[in-house]
């Protein structure tokens, strides 16, 4: 079966602080992809990747920077947090055809205080 | 702009009734439209489907129904139950984006017992 584990589940942290959340996918699929969920917004894409080593700015990046080491892991990294960035973020994979369905993981709560 | 809207944000229904959930969207361009379950702590999870070349997709207790000409669908629940209520986010790809998707903002169904 699809598996796609964030880390960590639940994070608080404070203005200015840097976090980072980790996303790790069994599936070798070649697409990934990191959304937040706000209440009103529905999913909004941050930042996603092709496959190893590429990155690409979503709809909502700045704040924002990724990382895609392996085709395993990609990891969301804010670098000076602020309060506004406080939400559930959600990691998913995915393969390359339009069609493709999206694995998702089950979010990372941020809370920026 | 949001390119799929959802509507009712929230919907209310007995269990046995058919919930309706309605989706509409601006791009003519768009022609798959995935519906994603996410029940309360987990990420979503693809539901059902319908290509634009199909005005109705069944799946057990689940049917879509598209209105191309009118730019509307509607995902309807019949016997709703409990487990049901979850929320219902409607998508469409992203032009000729590999993979990617627009997400409406979801709506929230309950199942009263």
């Known amino acids: 079966e699809a598996a796609v584990t964030q880390s960590p589940r639940n994070k608080v942290a404070v203005t200015g602080g840097k976090v980072t959340l980790s996303c790790n996918q069994t599936?070798?699929?070649?697409?990934m992809y990191w959304y937040r969920q706000d209440t009103g917004h529905g999913l909004r894409l941050i930042h996603y990747s092709y496959g190893a080593g590429s990155t690409e700015k979503g709809d909502i990046p700045d704040g924002y920077k990724a990382s895609r080491p392996s085709q395993e892991n990609f990891s969301l990294i804010l670098e000076l947090a602020t309060p506004s960035q406080t939400s559930v973020y959600f990691c998913?994979?995915?393969?390359?055809?339009?069609?493709?369905?999206?694995?998702f993981g089950e979010g990372s709560r941020l809370i920026v205080v | 702009q949001q390119q799929v809207r959802q509507s009712p944000q929230s919907l209310t229904v007995w269990e046995g009734e058919t919930a309706i959930l309605n989706c509409s969207y601006e791009n003519s361009a768009f022609d798959y439209f995935p519906w994603y379950q996410q029940f309360p702590g987990e990420g979503p999870a693809l539901l059902i489907s319908?290509?634009?070349?199909?005005d109705k997709k069944e799946d057990g207790r689940f049917t879509i129904f598209f209105n191309k000409r009118e730019k509307k669908l509607s995902l309807h629940i019949a016997d709703s139950q409990p487990g049901d209520s979850a929320t219902y986010f409607c998508a469409a790809p992203r032009g000729s984006a590999l993979g990617r998707l627009h997400f409406g903002a979801g709506t929230q169904l309950i199942v009263i017992p």
């Open positions: 998913a994979s995915g393969g390359r055809d339009r069609g493709a369905t999206l694995y």
């Open positions: 319908i290509l634009s070349v199909s």
């Open positions: 599936n070798n699929h070649n697409n």
